[in-house]
């Protein structure tokens, strides 16, 4: 069963007659000082190397099974301090659930991040364990780290090829590996505080120091250390060779003795770009002065173009520093590289210092103005009904956009499977079907406003459902504010059509349902009854017509001569038909709300 960091699967409710069935998530996020683990890429669970460092360092190690780490969706990823992929005393393939997931573990992690080529654990090596595992744990607040290793995995990989359990950090292609054949000379290249003290000869010499080697990686990952003098394809930023075996992104972290600083960074499009770069004396670490530096753009959509050092000599000050501005004029990510051109031929030849860093170049920032529409449609409703919102969602963001006056208004839809009710007659299956339709639209609205915010955040939101959609946006609002999110604040309106969790005394409700009447999920307590976030209370509008069972449940006409013939056919034809007229004032009333 999952744990409490992820979110819990509700009751299902059948009535003998009138068979409806409401499941909701309870989104609860991982504590600030958990480190998640998949288990079957450690040995010894809790006990692990990985696991033993964690609370070391003070903090708690979970380690999950694959089916818990299976069922987790990127903001359950992305609530823990830091996930650990690590070595389960060399295996020869990556953790199958790993790789199966890397679309969604990946976009979590936004932390300092280390990605191994061979298994320390194995050769018990249990500094560099330890080491890495604290540098991740490094990360800024708020920002996920990552432990990966990639074990003795490609041990037997001749030939390049794609990493696939690290596809989703960068997308596809982003790292190629290719083995290593047991090398054992290793040479470090670059600092950071956690790894102090870690040397060349402890990380040499262990009969099969390296297994795997990286052919590419992305701009923004830094070369940690290398099998020296193996392939010689790359030249470190000391002009060391060799081809690199341990890599790292992540704040402190600096090539040596040249360095670039941010190691990554976003910017706009039209808007200039900075890195500093910085020569060390490789014997005193004191600062190179009078060295000119060479930059280019040397990958990317804006490869080729030029920019401007200070000082304009680019040669490097009394820090040992020298700036490039440069200005991108595509949208992409770019890779930079500054060398010592000893050779004078304006290129990076092998043997000549050199690192990189990367700059993400994106939309200007224009594309964050206005709002955000986003809509959840009801049980049965397809991406082809109204593009995927269904008719009364649809409704509803059409007299909102018509409404609306502070701004452009993007709208985007919940793609959910918003099973039909009619599953529910399918013995056990289709129960299930529906349980978990509305377990992953939570899921996926959850990802959609992080990754909104994440984009544009205090930009502001408005959250439309229908029925089951209804219920979906209603959850995930409690879920954001039992959390704290900073979401929440984003919020600036929400309309609800026949929501199943409906208080029908709350101020927020509107439509001829009688107030004494709740939804059928709070009447018989499906899941907490938890009313909406009261800090957005005035923004909220939930509308409800006498008749619909849906959301406006009635003990008192089920006990009446023919009561459940009656509740059938109001229910059939009331919740039909809130297209026609609520749905357009819905989507009017929040936008005045949202213009305020």
Not at 95 to 109: F, K
Not at 538 to 564: E, K
Not at 573 to 594: D, E, F, L, P
């Amino acid at each position: 069963m999952p744990l409490l960091t992820l979110r819990a699967r509700a009751c299902v409710l059948s009535l003998t007659s009138l068979v409806l069935v409401l499941a909701l998530a309870c989104g609860a996020r991982a504590a600030s000082d958990e480190v998640l683990i998949l288990g079957s890429s450690v040995s010894g669970g809790t006990s692990s190397t990985e696991a033993l460092e964690v609370t070391a360092r003070g903090f708690t190690p979970v380690v999950v099974d694959d089916s818990t780490w299976q069922a987790m969706s990127t903001s359950d990823f992305e609530s823990y301090k830091a996930i650990v992929i690590g070595d389960p005393t060399c295996s020869e393939t990556p953790p199958s659930v790993a790789v199966g997931t890397a679309a969604t573990w990946g976009p979590a992690i936004s932390g300092n991040t280390l990605v191994i080529g061979t298994d320390p654990v194995y050769h018990g090596k249990t500094q560099f364990i330890d080491q890495g595992i604290d540098f991740t744990l490094a990360s800024a607040t708020g920002k996920t780290g990552a432990y990966l290793d990639l074990s003795c995995n490609y041990d037997s990989q001749a030939t390049s090829t794609t990493a696939t359990m690290l596809e989703g950090l960068r997308g596809a292609g982003a790292f190629t590996v290719h083995t290593a054949q047991c090398y054992n000379d290793a040479h470090i290249v670059a600092t950071h505080p956690a790894f102090a003290g870690l040397t060349d000869s402890y990380m040499s010499g262990w009969s099969c120091s390296v297994h795997e080697v990286f052919d590419s990686w992305p701009g923004d990952f830094q070369v940690l250390a290398i099998a020296r003098d193996y392939n010689s394809t790359y030249t470190a930023s000391d002009g060391t060779v060799g081809a690199p075996y341990v890599l790292a992104s992540g704040s402190g972290l600096h090539s040596f003795p040249l360095s670039l600083d941010p190691l990554g960074q976003t910017a706009d499009v039209g808007s200039s770009a900075t890195v500093t770069a910085q020569l060390l004396d490789d014997a005193t670490a004191a600062p190179v002065s009078g060295q000119v530096l060479s930059f280019r753009v040397a990958g990317g959509p804006n490869a080729g173009r030029t920019g401007t050092c200070s000082p304009s000599t680019c040669a490097t000050d009394a820090n040992g520093q020298v700036r490039f501005f440069y200005t991108g004029g595509s949208t992409g990510t770019d890779t930079l590289q500054v060398w010592l051109d000893r050779d004078g031929n304006g290129s990076p030849s092998l043997g000549e210092p050199q690192t990189t860093a990367s700059v993400t170049w994106t939309t200007p920032a224009t594309a964050c103005r206005g709002i955000l529409a986003i809509g959840a449609r009801g049980s049965g409703e397809t991406d082809h009904d109204f593009s995927g919102y269904g008719h009364t969602v649809w409704n509803a963001i059409q007299a909102f956009e018509k409404s609306y006056t502070r701004g452009p208004v993007t709208t985007k839809y919940v793609r959910y499977q918003s099973n039909g009710i009619q599953v529910l007659f399918k013995p056990i299956v289709g129960v299930n079907q529906y349980v978990d339709g509305m377990y992953d639209g939570i899921s996926k609205l959850d990802d959609m406003l992080y990754a909104a915010y994440s984009r544009c955040p205090h930009r502001g939101i408005v959250l439309f459902g229908y029925s089951q959609g209804a219920a979906v946006v209603d959850r995930e609002l409690v879920n954001l504010d039992h959390s704290g999110s900073p979401v929440l604040g984003d919020v600036k309106g929400v309309g609800l059509v026949a929501d199943p969790q409906r208080l029908g005394t709350a101020r927020y409700t509107t439509g001829t349902a009688h107030h004494n009447l709740n939804g059928i999920s709070r009447t018989f307590a499906i899941f907490p009854a938890d009313d909406l976030p009261a800090p957005i209370y005035g923004r909220i509008i939930s509308h409800c017509d006498d008749g619909d069972m849906v959301c406006a449940w009635d003990t008192g006409l089920l006990a009446m001569p023919f009561g459940l013939a009656r509740a059938i056919a109001n229910t059939k034809y009331v919740h039909t038909q809130y297209w026609k007229y609520a749905s357009s004032m819905v989507g009017g009333w929040v936008a005045v709300r949202a213009s305020s």
